[in-house]
């Protein structure tokens, strides 16, 4: 069951067949291997799955039964592996943890973490990444209650704050990529609440159509990407 019994497969050698295949049918990561044997539970295969594995882990998470907890060291043999069947988009913000979040164990959910949860091309080409390589059925673009990056951007949106580079350094950009999502709302419907959403939504959609690999899998029923808001105080994930 374990990876490490079969011949090992280059990313070079993945992307080939990977980009040989008409509509990326091959993007799943059957050919990586399997989950570990020491893994609780089947890696979900497709993103019905994948979203449910999250929303109950959500769920155990909310109710203090986490089920996939070990933080010791793995061992050599399941160091060289990851199998992850899905990834998240989240902010840098130090409350949010995905894996704590959504009670997943390590090796089974990719992250890409960036204040504000936008799209920029680290972000993107992780994910990227993480479908075309590893094979992750679903992408969950994560905001959160008391964001400061979306609070930063409904100042910039309203003219209150600005971030010149000379004092800010990049601080700016990062908080630029937010901006857009508020100006699509109504000025009186930019309360941080309405504005987390917004934003959730946008970056998921911009991700969404995004191309080559993105809308390759999505195409092929290979993927789902999804908008949510994680609330801190009671830890639940809904998905907006
Ligand atoms: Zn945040």
């Not at 996939?68 to 199998?83: C, I, L, M, N, T």
């Not at 109504?186 to 309405?194: D, K």
């Not at 934003?199 to 991700?207: C, G, H, K, P, V």
């Amino acid at each position: 069951m374990s990876s490490d019994r079969r011949p090992p497969i280059s990313r070079r050698a993945f992307l080939g067949r990977a980009g040989a295949a008409t509509g990326g049918a091959l993007l799943g990561g059957e050919l990586l291997g399997a989950v570990d044997a020491r893994a609780a539970y089947a890696r979900p295969s497709t993103p019905d799955a994948a979203l449910r594995a999250l929303v109950e882990g959500n769920r155990r998470y909310r109710r203090g039964r986490w089920e996939r907890r070990d933080y010791s060291p793995v061992g050599e043999r399941r160091a060289v592996a990851q199998k992850p069947f899905a990834a998240i988009l989240a902010c840098a913000d130090s409350r949010v943890s995905p894996p704590l979040v959504f009670d997943v164990e390590r090796g089974n959910l990719f992250a890409a973490h960036v204040a504000g949860n936008s799209i920029d091309t680290g972000t993107l080409g992780s994910l990227e990444y993480s479908i075309a390589v590893l094979g992750v059925h679903a992408i969950v673009v994560l905001g959160h209650s008391d964001c400061g990056a979306v609070k930063s951007a409904i100042e910039v949106a309203e003219g209150r704050k600005t971030y010149p580079a000379s004092k800010y350094g990049s601080i700016g950009e990062v908080v630029a990529a937010v901006v857009p999502a508020i100006e699509g709302l109504a000025p009186p419907a930019r309360t941080l609440e309405h504005s987390i959403v917004a934003n959730a939504r946008r970056q998921a959609a911009l991700l969404a159509g995004s191309g080559p690999i993105i809308l390759a899998a999505i195409a092929a029923g290979q993927l789902r990407v999804v908008a949510a808001v994680y609330e801190i105080a009671s830890g639940i994930v809904k998905i907006v």
